[in-house]
């Protein structure tokens, strides 16, 4: 089971941090992903974690604005979000992805993972 939180009303340049918090799993053997859904769009992938430390990912429209980590000691995935900007208004999801370590190529397909949280939103306006 996975809860994602942290969600809120941020003005354009403000920051907020995700969590993303795991139970009844076995946390450390999963890479993790956050996706986001705007109102009348697709899934879109935004940053992947792996289970092995320093296999990150992140969607070309959040590189050098997000910050993906994750404390397993705390089951918890977290999302640094800085520089916000209103086309990132969305519903944030975080989910599970079926193995440990994706490559390059397919960790932003939503079908590669099968467990899902129940979003959180994120709206950037002034």
């Known amino acids: 089971q996975l809860q994602a939180s942290g969600g809120g009303l941020v003005q354009p340049g403000g920051s907020l941090r995700l969590s993303c918090a795991a139970s009844g799993f076995s946390f450390d053997n999963y890479a993790i992903g956050w996706f986001r859904q705007a109102p009348g769009t697709g899934r879109e992938g935004v940053s992947c974690?792996?289970?092995?430390?320093?296999?990150?990912f992140y969607s070309a429209s959040v590189k050098g604005r997000f910050t993906v980590s994750r404390e397993n000691a705390e089951d918890t995935v977290y999302l640094q979000m800085n520089s916000l900007k209103p086309e990132d208004t969305a519903t944030y999801y975080c989910?599970?992805?079926?193995?440990?370590?994706?490559?390059?190529?397919?960790?932003?397909?939503?079908?590669?993972?099968?467990?899902w949280g129940q979003g959180t939103l994120v709206t950037v306006s002034s």
């Open positions: 989910a599970r992805f079926f193995g440990s370590n994706p490559i390059a190529s397919s960790w932003a397909t939503p079908s590669l993972y099968d467990s």
């Open positions: 974690i792996g289970s092995s430390v320093g296999r990150k």
